[in-house]
T-cell receptor
Framework: DAKTTQPPSMDCAEGRAANLPCNHSTISGNEYVYWYRQIHSQGPQYIIHGLKNNETNEMASLIITEDRKSSTLILPHATLRDTAVYYCIVRVDNYGQNFVFGPGTRLSVLP | GAVVSQHPSRVICKSGTSVKIECRSLDFQATTMFWYRQFPKQSLMLMATSNEGSKATYEQGVEKDKFLINHASLTLSTLTVTSAHPEDSSFYIC??????????????FGNGTRLTVT
């Protein structure tokens, strides 16, 4: 699986958009970009994933650059409950493929 | 949405005893489940891949005789930490793959088990 790089930490003001970047310059054509988050002492929570088109769901938006070498997760109106470690992972969307977790980005939403 | 239930959420045991952790997929079948371990302030590390009806595949450095995995049905995998020692204290997390070559098939994770060995 391709390696991803993320900033170790970020702050965001409550109510503002949180934009979390991820670089995956060695991504291959059949690898998807997944985002998960982990709130303290809980299991990772699925947020969103995509291949090459931008995606949006009730939690977030995922913007993938045209060359697919980087992406940005956008939380449009961050709340205190969004404080967590956010993981960007690339993985082939085949059955039985595990996720390789990097260190992620620790997002702190400030009041 | 797909739900993975992990039990117990917390367990304290004495050194030398064994502890069993269960991972269930509640509303889907999972031929493959994964077991991760997470130490404080670190990321998740894959321990083993559990396949229904066959032997688990362990990552390098993970002792298969110490961390016994059984995946007897399509909805249940268990991890048994045998002869636990204080250094086995950690946060253990399972995940299950809903499967298929499907666009909408992210892995779903349990809420983890905090193991403390005294």
């Amino acid at each position: 699986d391709a390696k991803t790089t993320q900033p170790p930490s970020m702050d965001c003001a409550e109510g503002r958009a949180a934009n979390l970047p991820c670089n995956h310059s060695t991504i291959s054509g059949n690898e998807y970009v997944y985002w998960y988050r982990q709130i303290h002492s809980q299991g990772p929570q699925y947020i969103i994933h995509g291949l090459k088109n931008n995606e949006t769901n009730e939690m977030a938006s995922l913007i993938i650059t045209e060359d697919r070498k980087s992406s940005t997760l956008i939380l449009p109106h961050a709340t205190l409950r969004d404080t967590a470690v956010y993981y960007c992972i690339v993985r082939v969307d085949n059955y039985g493929q595990n996720f390789v977790f990097g260190p992620g980005t620790r997002l702190s939403v400030l009041p | 949405g797909a739900v993975v239930s992990q039990h117990p959420s917390r367990v304290i045991c004495k050194s030398g005893t064994s502890v069993k952790i269960e991972c269930r997929s509640l509303d889907f079948q999972a031929t493959t489940m994964f077991w991760y371990r997470q130490f404080p302030k670190q990321s998740l590390m894959l321990m083993a891949t559990s396949n229904e009806g066959s032997k688990a595949t362990y990552e390098q450095g993970v002792e298969k005789d110490k961390f016994l995995i059984n995946h007897a049905s399509l909805t249940l995998s268990t991890l048994t930490v045998t002869s636990a020692h204080p250094e086995d204290s950690s946060f253990y997390i399972c995940s299950a793959d809903p499967g298929g070559f499907s666009y909408n098939s992210p892995l779903h994770f349990g809420n983890g088990t905090r193991l403390t060995v005294t």
